[in-house]
């Protein structure tokens, strides 16, 4: 989500038409404009816009697969290429 407001401990943050007021305690300061990851109405993580959009667009592939619409184009980054397991999840990782 994008924040639009902010005040002690509180960010008011817009998810397309939605907006909705989330706890920003676990973050250090937000200002209007940052991108958080939100969950049960907490920013728990700063993120870049990029990431925005590959989250929103991964959240609409799913929304999109369940009703049987087309959804692979907001899936291109992983089209045609074999996934790989992070560093600590491949043999030999930390």
């Not at 639009?4 to 998810?15: E, I, P």
């Not at 991108?35 to 925005?52: F, G, K, N, Y």
């Not at 799913?62 to 907001?74: I, Q, S, T």
């Amino acid at each position: 989500m994008q924040v639009v407001g902010v005040g002690a401990g509180w960010a008011d943050c817009r998810n397309g038409d939605a907006t909705r007021r989330v706890d920003t305690l676990l973050l250090d300061a937000v200002v209007p404009g940052d991108w958080v990851l939100v969950h049960v109405s907490s920013a728990v993580r700063a993120i870049d816009e990029s990431e925005a959009r590959a989250i929103r667009d991964a959240l609409l592939a799913v929304e999109r697969a369940v009703v049987g619409a087309p959804f692979e184009h907001l899936l291109a980054d992983l089209i045609d290429r074999e996934p790989q397991l992070p560093p600590h999840l491949r043999p030999g990782g930390a």
